[in-house]
C-alpha cells in the first residue's frame, strides 16, 4: 500500500463461524452477496465517503479510513449500506452464536 499523508485509521473487521455445520448459513448470515463484498464495492464507488484502501485476508479484512469520522458517518448514514446489511444480519442471527463479527479500529498518526 502506498504511504498515506496525514492521521489515518486502521479499522480491522472479521467473522467467526462458531460451528462447521452451519458454514453455509453463516455466509447468509453475513449477508451473502449483500454483505461486505457489496458494501466496499460502494465504497469504492464513492471515495468522498473516505475509504482509502482494503485488504482482503481470509476470515479479516484490514480497512484504511481518512479518519474515524469517515468511518463513523458511514456506519451510521441510512443512505449507506452499512445499516441495511446491519440490521439484517440481526434479524437472521439474533442471540444465536454461530456467527460472529467482530472489529478493531485504530488512530494512526502522521508519521507512525
Known sequence: MAEIEG????????????????????????GGRRGMKHMLDYLVAHPEKGLLAYEMGIHTIVQYWRSFEHLESFARD????HLDVWRQY???????SRTGIWHETYLVQAGQ
Not at 472479521?14 to 460451528?19: E, H, P, V
Not at 440481526?90 to 444465536?96: E, M, N, P
Open 7 to 30: 492521521d489515518f485509521v486502521v479499522f480491522l473487521i472479521g467473522a467467526g463461524f462458531n460451528s462447521k455445520l452451519h458454514l453455509a448459513r453463516s455466509y447468509v448470515d453475513l
Open 78 to 81: 441510512k443512505d449507506d449500506p
Open 90 to 96: 440481526w434479524r437472521r442471527v439474533g442471540k444465536s
